[in-house]
């Protein structure tokens, strides 16, 4: 499998089909720098999912400028990757656990949330309404992935869609809400 | 879904969001929708999702993922230059550290610093080069040398560096329990070397605690200062596109990051910058923890982050300390005080020293590290320190920009304050002096409010556990009762200053009960009551005075009761209820008892529900036997006149892993609700039901009742009406009066879906935290528990609402007497089918198998005898301010 930098220079040259190469790539990519990152955390401590992406991005596209083309295949193929890290990681997660939030009796620590079983249905729940988004709407669905997955503000995330920062807030505020409908 | 319609949808939701909600809204959503009632319905959905709160709202950020191991490149044997690496000493997000060996042209151990971030090296090393004339100019016993810097095989950026043999200066301290005076005697050591680099120009740019390695030199602790030079030979030149690269560097440790850096603008760090994030270290050294704590910054996303470095104002050392809640103990004992101790010593001058140096604004920092040093030394030779000298007009100023809220109120309290100091002072104390005074009454004004306003922002129940809570309630408030001391002994004439003074006895009172220090608490409520009885003689008109005087009273008695003292306490009681007389005539109970020893444990026994005929009692609970965080459970007896079983599980069927809780039964004993945190539901906790064929027969499997009902956050204590069809629960979803509310749902026969809730409106909920709904067999009273102003203290009591048929809407609640209600807290009423007996659940009172348990209370008189009687009971609502 070639590299993520040869892959990106092949799509900067104007390789169209060099892109479908760049999501396994990455995917690989994140995955290692997790685990990576993973045997230098304690036990128990958490990995920011949109920092890694962030760091793979460093890692994989460096210094050099890159064009805004192959910026935006680089984000979207790492805020899919990411995705479906998460998704993995919950699915396998979930079971183990129920969900939980807390109790009405407002005092006690016992009844304190444990955030992370809540998470898990959570985002499960949301990666289901997402793919159904996505059927219909592509364009917002990766909107969303780029703003959740891989941690980009409105500004960023209009960029790599080559949309405008307006139409990026605007979609973003209908994609969020026809998401939490759908979530219900 | 049609493409049209969604287009269409988007259209009006995207101009709907744009204006205010209300008439403005609903006439263009009526105009816009037409009579497509279906398009109006989902828009309205999306408009609700807007404004409400969901998971997208951060980037996603749990990824506790296990994978495989990656390999790693360099290891123990590599060659690199002159350089052997011998074994890891550190490892770190950017880089990783080897002990190495030099052998040549000298034999020396080293440090190795290697660079993990695909960084360009050769940019790397020239940043380097320019500052490695000054790096060599420095010599401080306090700072290890930075020697050279190259790159490894593989393209790395390495530095070697003196090795330091030692651990983190704030792992050093707690692990050797260094008290807070050496901590401060090493700090004022770093600080010198600090400013040692200053003086030869050079910023050290990312001071932490690992970069401040504390070593032991003939029996000394010797802080050595490491990396200096590093940051800024690896820092990137930043533009647009760096963005991304910079941010793998915030999140290295965004905690000791000053604003200028989060700005992301390289040019603009100075040695202020340094002093900036020496306050964030002294600031752990004193807390154990950073103002922002690294938890909250792994949550936020990058331009969070920038935003609280930037804008969110720290809270104060001695104020952090309150809310560390159970840590608190264990922070004081590695600092070999006691918490209290410990607050006392941090409070005042330290405070002052860490918020100078953590300035938003660095040129009202400390101008140099040095200066910061010997304002240390100062508050060690117990001399006034600078810091704490920030004028008036500053400190106004800061006040305003944190409360904008609450400045008008304490305009006014201040304005009232310096007339007051003013007006007593007058004829006998010099001018100077007595405007001296008045400056000073308002700081200390401001200061007592501020901590209030802290108190009061911070909800009560974002406390970990109530033990903790009544500590930081205890401390905050013992602060505003030394300020209304002072101030009402010059200020006689003032009686607000009384009142407000006794209003502090109550709330240490009441932290006393829930600790269970009875002789604390008969000692604050003695003084409260002293307090107000000579109010009620001086001002004999005033109606609130009495009702306060009467919650002190029956805290009194509840005190007396925990010491044992029966007779006292009952008097106590009876002086309460005197002067409760409006209410009583009303309502009359009998004396409460504890369900006892078979039934409370020592965990939470919480939500009690009397089955119709009054032979089963469920309730949740977190006692060992359980099968999730906590459980439905129920006992039995024979007949009403016997004692009840031992309490039995309603088994993992119905109970899950998860919280299981809050139980309420129908007429016939068939449908049992309940709250569930469970999976499988629509997000947070949830109502489920289960029903059965007899009242002997098997439950079954519990089903949501479906999204109709259930939000995506809370929604809990559901209470269900005799015949099924009506229920009441508790939500946290928006549009209600605030905090948690009171809501109802209804449907036409059993097996109908459920109708969209109604929030039961402004008339019963209050912005207070309003919760536990439990509407009568004959669906015309509603009980229910309100921390709203006008019952017994501020812990919450059991509250009522009627109605004339079960079509009306609930007319105004009313506080149920004592000795239902007491000054400690009451939740979960529950009326026998017979109305004859309340169950309700309580916490702090003195008897009981502790936590929350499980009381009786018999009913004697529930009914007004005339519609006047009703109406006089003006104790029972809330206050109007």
């Known amino acids: 499998m070639r590299d993520v930098t040869q892959i990106l220079n092949a799509i900067q040259e104007g390789n169209a089909r060099a892109a479908d190469e760049l999501l396994p790539a990455v995917y690989e990519e994140l995955r290692l720098l997790a685990a990576q990152r993973l045997s230098q955390e304690k036990p128990g401590q958490t990995l920011q999912a949109t920092a890694l992406v962030h760091e793979a991005y460093i890692r994989l596209v460096g210094q050099e400028a890159r064009d805004w083309k192959s910026r935006s295949h680089f984000f979207r193929a790492a805020a899919e990757a990411m995705r479906r890290i998460l998704i993995d990681n919950a699915r396998r997660k979930k079971g183990a656990k129920g969900g939980g939030r807390h109790n009405r009796i407002e005092y006690d620590a016992a009844l304190i949330p444990d955030r992370a079983d809540r998470s898990f249905d959570e985002l499960l729940a949301l990666n289901k309404a997402l793919e159904r988004l996505a059927e219909n709407d592509r364009i917002r669905a990766d909107l969303v992935k780029l703003r959740y997955f891989a941690g980009l503000t409105i500004a960023q995330t209009a960029e790599i869609l080559g949309i405008s920062e307006a139409t990026a807030k605007r979609y973003w505020n209908y994609a969020r809400a026809w998401l939490i409908r759908e979530i219900g | 879904m049609a493409r049209n319609d969604k287009n269409n949808e988007e259209t009006i939701f995207d101009a709907a969001i744009k204006l205010q909600s209300g008439p403005q809204r609903d006439a263009y959503l009526a105009q816009a929708c037409g009579n497509d009632s279906k398009l109006r319905g989902e828009v309205e959905a999306l408009i609700r999702a807007h404004e409400a709160k969901s998971l997208l709202d951060e980037p996603a950020f749990d990824l506790g993922v296990t994978i495989d191991r990656s390999p790693i490149t360099e290891g123990p044997g590599t060659v690199i230059g002159h350089f052997k690496l011998l074994e890891k000493v550190g490892e770190g997000g950017m880089a990783s550290v080897y002990m190495a060996e030099q052998k040549e042209p000298i034999r020396r151990k080293v440090a190795l610093k290697i660079i993990k971030l695909g960084m360009d090296t050769r940019e790397v090393i020239a940043r380097f080069e320019v500052e490695r004339q000054a790096l060599a100019m420095m010599d401080h016993p306090n700072i290890a040398k930075v020697f050279d810097a190259g790159a490894t095989d593989t393209g790395r950026p390495y530095f070697v560096m003196e090795l330091v043999k030692g651990v983190s200066i704030t792992e050093y301290c707690d692990k050797n329990k260094i008290s807070t005076k050496e901590r401060l005697d090493l700090f004022i050591q770093v600080c010198n070397a600090v400013q040692h680099a200053h003086q030869k120009g050079i910023i050290h740019r990312d001071m932490k605690p690992s970069n401040v390695m504390v070593t032991q030199r003939d029996g000394k602790a010797v802080p050595k200062v490491i990396d200096f030079g590093i940051a800024k030979a690896t820092s990137q030149k930043l533009t647009e596109k760096t963005l991304f690269t910079r941010y793998a560097h915030i999140i290295g440790t965004p905690a000791y990051m000053s604003p200028e850096q989060a700005e992301l603008s390289e040019l603009d760090v100075d040695t202020r910058t340094d002093i900036y994030s020496l306050g964030v270290l002294l600031y752990e050294l004193l807390t154990g923890t950073t103002p922002v704590s690294e938890e909250e910054l792994r949550k936020a996303g990058l331009v969070e982050v920038q935003r609280m470095i930037r804008e969110d104002e720290p809270v ?479 812990m919450g009591d059991i509250w009522m609402a009627r109605r004339e048929t079960v079509s009306d809407t609930f007319g105004k609640p009313v506080f149920l007497s004592p000795p239902l209600n007491s000054a400690a807290c009451e939740v979960c009423p529950n009326i026998s089918a017979d109305g004859a007996t309340i169950y309700f659940a309580t916490y702090a009172r003195p008897s009981g198998a502790g936590n929350w348990d499980l009381w009786e209370v018999p009913v004697l008189k529930l009914q007004p005898d005339s519609a006047e009687e009703l109406n006089s009971s003006t104790l029972g609502e809330p206050a109007e301010e």
């Open chain 2, 316 to 794: 104060k050392p001695s104020t952090k300390l309150t809310t560390l809640g159970e840590r608190l103990i264990d922070v004081a004992e590695h600092r070999k005080a006691t918490p209290d101790s410990l607050r006392k010593l941090v409070r005042g001058d330290l405070d002052w020293i860490v918020m100078r140096s953590l300035e938003k604004d660095r040129r009202r920092r400390y101008d140099t590290v040095a200066e910061l040093a010997a304002d240390i030394k100062r508050h060690l030779r117990c001399e006034p320190v600078l810091a704490a000298a920030p004028t008036l007009s500053y400190k106004a100023r800061k006040f305003v920009q944190r409360h904008r809220v609450g400045v008008i109120t304490v305009a006014l309290v201040m304005g009232a304050l310096i007339a007051g100091a003013a007006a007593a002072t007058v004829g006998f104390v010099h001018a100077n002096v007595q405007r001296r005074r008045a400056v000073s009454n308002f700081e200390r004004a401001c200061a007592a409010v501020d901590e209030m306003m802290r108190l009061a922002q911070r909800s009560v129940y974002e406390v970990p556990t109530i033990k903790s809570g009544a500590l930081l309630q205890q401390d905050i408030v013992l602060k505003a009762q030394e300020f209304y001391q002072g101030l009402s002994k010059t200020n006689k004439n003032i009686p607000i200053l009384r009142v407000k003074l006794a209003g502090t006895y109550q709330v240490v009172g009441e932290s006393c009960l829930i600790l269970r220090d009875y002789e604390q608490a008969e000692q604050a409520y003695r003084r409260a009551v002293g307090i107000f009885e000579e109010l009620m003689r001086e001002f004999p008109e005033d109606a609130e005075l009495p009702s306060n005087c009467a919650y002190c009273q029956n805290g009194l008695g509840l005190s007396l009761d925990g010491l044992g003292q029966d007779e006292e306490a009952q008097s106590a009681y009876r002086s309460s209820l005197d002067m409760l007389r409006p209410v009583a005539n009303t309502f009359s109970f009998g004396t409460p008892k504890e369900l006892g020893p078979v039934v409370n444990s020592r965990f939470v026994d919480c939500g009690p529900c009397i089955s119709y005929d009054g032979l089963s009692l469920f309730f949740y609970s977190n006692r060992p036997g359980g099968f999730g965080r906590s459980d439905i459970w129920v006992t039995e007896r024979a007949t009403t006149q016997d004692h009840w079983s031992t309490p039995v599980n309603l088994g993992p069927t119905i109970n899950s892993k998860s919280y299981d809780a809050a139980p309420t039964i129908t007429a016939d004993g068939l449908m049992l609700f309940f709250e569930s945190a469970r999976s499988g539901g629509c997000g947070g906790s949830d109502l489920w039901v289960i029903t059965r064929q007899t009242t002997d027969g098997a439950w079954s499997e519990p089903a949501n009742i479906g999204p109709n009902v259930n939000g995506p956050d809370l929604d809990g204590a559901p209470s269900i009406s005799a015949d099924g069809l009506s229920l009441f629960f508790l939500s946290d979803r928006p549009g209600g009066a605030g905090n948690w509310d009171l809501w109802w749902t209804s449907r036409q026969a059993v097996g109908d879906p459920w109708d969209t809730p109604v929030n039961l409106g402004a008339i019963v909920n209050s912005p207070y935290l309003d919760q536990t709904p439990s509407i009568s067999p004959d669906g015309l009273m509603l009980f229910f528990s309100s921390k709203r102003p006008g019952g017994l203290g501020y």
